[in-house]
């Protein structure tokens, strides 16, 4: 048999992650005072290409992957059933809700409303979501909040938000593709500036467009101040053009490094989006007539009319690139790449791009033939989770709070936790966004900064993100040991318990197999059991 | 006593199909260093012994290092950057051709010490202009990405490995395992302080036979956890750097860590910040004079580190992905470009200023208006691959053919 791994290592996109103190920003202006910044910071590396439509060499289609990765053991590790797969790959992290839902109802049903949760009660939510008044802000009440300094600084106010949906939103799917294109669009948050563009750009841009068309969302994108100001085309102009943002907007944005454009394309491209530039006093979109270069030109191909407004030529050709071809294979190559697996199968990719373009760039198609697509089935258990997505699945499993905090210490600690496993919402200091293969993100030391997380929030260790395991202790009572570890393992992983899983808890909490522990033994024993099952080797996929 | 991981046996395991190919496509899997190298390669006997030990710093976002390594004599240099060049008075200098930029006192010392050499007008033939793209063609050590996918290091890790390897031959300060290491289990540490089972709370403390054995299977997952548990073991006892500056506690730990008899062979760090699209500054107030006062200080302290310590066979090297336009762009700042320099510090570094320099006319920058690339970025790395690391070029750079440069020896 091939071995697949090695032609794996040089078809990847990006691998190269960063922690939120980004030592390795590619920062346009000022993105970080220091080279490494923060408290905990970590030395944070930052390279890679995006060669995501490079590939070359492709593993075989049909290649068989045995659906449950066998332990050494003998007991199946990660659950196959196919109700939980597309949860687990599709939502944050499984809860029983959601299987009780897809039993209920059947997958489809279950994805249909995830794919249009207008109808959805979110009042729980909102409620939380209410007390972080900056989301909702326009650019010049945040600049007055920030500037008075009430409230928590407002890219604090973002970040928690984050949690907060990933957790408790039920719009899950929604909430997925929203990261997906916050980080395929990334604008990070690294300065003050940025920050307050950047939560409008969050509610105007990403959220109003995850689960639309991305034509609209790439105009909207192309408008942005945040992503103006960000790769520089706002100050781009027919007395000087900045290439910044057409290069990443043709490379990284659509159609990909490999997607037929040249260097003399980057130019005409930053010539056309000349004038596209923020109001002063507003902090809003502007086109700036006297900045733009009017003159012809043509990009890949395509040729500026010689009539009609120039500004809306942009527009148009903003439209003509987000339906190439190529911008639908890159971006579905990576939508697959983030759902389903590290290598995507190209026949899935070819149906995705194929429902692209027959449902004008909309992205609720391309997700239903991904999930209809035989590679998704036989993907279970592949992806290994980045960390945002590990701590969002072990808080799901556990039940867990967050609370809109207000409070400073609570939220740098918070952060500069998340910062030593490399990946802080909206932190990722380059375009290209946090990257999403294994390979980026697995290894010792990250392992080790996982478990200490993972075993800290189980411990109650945070007040932003509460864990109250004493309920979790109380429905063990009156089990033996042999029935509390399957009711753990079924909770928290949605499994039965392998042999491995029983011989790490006994080990773990001091219960003996065969007898039943007492109230106060599970209650001792409970944190150590969690963590246990939460920080596993199977834990670290999905 | 030096830990053991038996590399030999993970490799062959992890090459073997099953759940391994079912998690495939990752890096670095020992996989893929078998597939690559160890399968094909002869089984070396005994410990590799290198002549020394590299630190190979990045910086990323493409330096301007016009503005770091000034050609202060050269005309050219002051018509294409009429505001941002470094004015030739204020420049400390080097051979009468190039000085440093005033805020790198602590590296001009070394220089003068013939402690420091720079090699000028390096890059990759390539000559890309995507950071992404440049940065990894530069770790990987090629003119294109090698179907081999491996680093550099990661590459001449491979080729020397040996049964009893320490998992600490190659380690990068942070978090994430640089491109430049792919291919070798390497580790990624942030800080010694910090690295070892516990947390905040404790509640991992206790943790560490359960781990040990449920990480007991054969994938990388398993693999990467057993030796996350071997290094907490070992650094447990080391003292850490305690600087707040993120920055200098990273330099400090690289120290500590390289005293230690733990068996480093290559740490990588990165800097970053380089990017410097607009409002670059004058020679002695902004972004520029700031970032190079920085590193300067970064890299002068860690030598003298060094030397408090007695570590003579520490050799340091400062790359970046691409120099910048010589031309300044409209924003008071410069555009991604091509030539750059390198640095080469402290250990086996001879001094001097090395590589061909063809100045900045219109006929030398073409129609790229960039430094051209006369001396390739991979000689610079195969002299150390050579005097530092005990290695083979023609293995590490595969398709190249090294030629000393005389930036060590």
Same mark, same amino acid.
């Given at each position: ?542 | ?75 050219? *240099?002051? #018509? &294409? =950057?009429?505001?941002? /060049? +470094?004015?030739? !008075? ?7 051709? %190039? ?11 070394? *220089?003068? #010490? &013939? =402690?420091?050499?720079? /090699? +000028?007008?390096? !890059? ?7 950071? %992404? ?13 090698? #179907? ?262």
């Amino acid at each position: 048999m091939e071995d697949t791994a090695d032609r794996s290592l040089g078809i990847e996109e990006d691998v190269t992650p960063s922690s939120s103190n980004a030592v390795a920003t590619l920062g346009r202006r000022r993105l970080l005072r220091h080279s490494w910044v923060g408290a905990a910071a970590p030395l944070v590396t930052l390279g890679g290409a995006a060669i995501a439509t490079g590939c070359e060499e492709r593993p075989p289609e049909g290649k068989p992957v045995p659906k449950s990765p066998e332990g050494a053991l003998g007991a199946s590790t990660v659950s196959d059933d196919p109700g939980r797969h597309l949860v687990a790959r599709l939502t944050y992290g499984v809860t029983a809700t959601d299987l009780a839902t897809v039993e209920r109802d059947g997958r489809s049903a279950w994805l249909e409303a995830q794919l249009d949760p207008s109808g959805m009660d979110t009042s729980d939510l909102d409620a939380k979501l209410g007390q972080l008044p900056a989301l909702a802000m326009s650019t010049s009440e945040l600049q007055t909040a920030h500037s008075t300094g009430s409230g928590a600084p407002v890219a604090a106010q973002l970040k928690l938000a984050w949690f907060i949906r990933a957790v408790h939103s039920p719009a899950q799917i929604f909430e997925r593709m929203v990261e997906f294109f916050s980080d395929h669009l990334n604008v990070p948050t690294v300065n003050r500036r940025l920050s307050l563009l950047k939560i409008v750009d969050d509610r105007e841009v990403v959220r109003r467009h995850a689960l639309g068309r991305f034509d609209d969302l790439l105009v909207a994108s192309a408008r942005s101040p945040a992503m103006l100001l960000y790769l520089d085309n706002a100050t781009s102009s027919v007395r000087g053009i900045n290439e910044n943002y057409s290069r990443e907007l043709l490379e990284l944005h659509t159609v990909g490094r490999d997607g037929g454009y040249d260097e003399a394309d980057v130019v005409s491209l930053a010539r056309l989006l000349t004038g596209w530039t923020i109001d002063r006093s507003t902090g809003e979109f502007r086109f700036v007539a006297r900045d733009h270069d009017a003159g012809a030109l043509s990009v890949m191909g395509w040729q500026r009319p010689s009539a009609g407004d120039p500004f809306d030529h942009g527009v148009e050709f903003l439209r003509w690139l987000a339906m190439q071809p190529a911008t639908a294979t890159h971006v579905c190559t990576k939508l697959a790449r983030r759902f389903v697996a590290d290598e995507p199968s190209p026949d899935m990719v070819d149906a995705m791009a194929a429902a692209w373009s027959a449902n004008d760039s909309s992205i609720a198609p391309v997700i239903r033939s991904m999930v209809d697509h035989g590679a998704f089935e036989r993907s279970v258990g592949a992806k290994f989770q980045r960390p945002l997505d590990h701590v969002a699945a072990a808080l799901r499993a556990l039940d867990a709070d967050v609370r809109p905090s207000n409070d400073l210490g609570q939220l740098a600690e918070l952060h500069d936790a998340l910062a030593t496993l490399g990946q802080v919402p909206f932190e990722w200091p380059a375009p290209n966004g946090y990257p999403d293969v294994e390979g980026a993100w697995l290894n010792a030391g990250a392992l080790l900064n996982r478990w200490n997380l993972v075993g800290d929030l189980a411990a109650g260790a945070s007040e932003v993100i509460r864990v109250d395991l004493g309920a979790i202790a109380a429905g063990l009572r009156g089990m033996t040991s042999d029935e509390a570890v399957a009711a753990l393992a079924q909770r928290l992983l949605n499994r039965a318990p392998s042999e491995m899983d029983r011989r790490a808890l006994a080990t773990a909490t001091g219960w003996r197999p065969g007898s039943s522990p007492t109230p106060d033994q599970i209650d001792d024993g409970i944190t150590a059991a969690v963590v246990t099952l939460l920080t596993s080797a199977d834990a670290q996929y999905r | 006593m030096a830990l053991r991981l038996n590399r030999r046996n993970l490799l062959k395991a992890g090459a073997v199909g099953g759940a391994a190919a079912a998690l495939a496509g990752t890096l670095p899997s020992p996989a893929g260093a078998a597939g690559a190298a160890g399968a094909a390669g002869a089984p070396t006997l005994g410990r590799h012994n290198p002549p020394g030990r590299l630190v190979a710093v990045f910086l990323r976002g493409g330096q301007d290092h016009l503005s770091a390594t000034v050609p202060y004599t050269d005309a050219d *240099y002051y #018509d &294409r =950057r009429p505001r941002i /060049a +470094v004015p030739d !008075g204020a420049v400390l200098d080097l051979d009468g051709r %190039f000085g440093f930029h005033p805020a790198m006192t602590g590296l001009h010392s070394l *220089y003068r #010490d &013939r =402690r420091l050499s720079l /090699a +000028v007008a390096t !890059g990759n033939p390539a000559g890309d202009r995507s950071h %992404f793209f440049a940065q990894d063609l530069v770790e990987h050590g090629d003119v294109r990405i090698p #179907d081999d996918g491996l680093g550099w290091l990661g590459r001449h890790l491979g080729r020397t490995e040996t049964d009893d390897a320490s998992p600490f031959r190659g380690l990068t300060l942070g978090n994430h395992v640089t491109a430049s290491l792919r291919g070798h289990p390497a580790l990624g540490i942030a800080a010694i302080r910090s690295f070892g089972l516990g947390g905040a709370s404790g509640a991992t403390t206790g943790l560490g036979s359960t781990y040990r054995a449920g990480y007991g299977h054969d994938r990388p997952v398993d693999m990467f956890g057993r030796q996350a548990l071997d290094a907490a073991e070992q650094i447990a006892t080391l003292d850490a750097a305690s600087d707040p500056d993120p920055l200098a506690r990273g330099f400090a730990d690289t120290a500590i860590l390289l005293e230690a008899d733990i068996g480093i062979e290559a740490v990588t760090v990165d800097m970053g910040g380089w990017d410097t699209h607009a409002q670059q500054g004058t020679h002695d107030r902004g972004e520029m004079a700031d970032l190079l006062g920085t590193m300067d200080a970064a890299l002068s302290d860690f030598q003298a580190d060094l030397d408090r310590r007695g570590l003579v066979d520490v050799t340091t090297v400062v790359m970046t992905e691409f120099g910048r336009r010589v031309l300044e762009n409209g924003a008071g700042g410069s555009d991604h470009g091509w030539g750059s320099a390198m640095l080469v510090m402290g250990g086996a570094a001879t001094g001097g200023v090395h590589g061909e320099w063809r100045g900045l006319s219109d006929d030398a920058t073409g129609e790229r208006g960039d430094v051209p690339v006369t001396t390739d970025g991979r000689d610079v790395l195969g002299d150390l691959v050579v005097d530092v690391l005990g290695g083979d070029p023609s293995e590490v750079f595969p398709g190249h053919s090294w030629k000393r440069v005389g930036v060590t020896a």
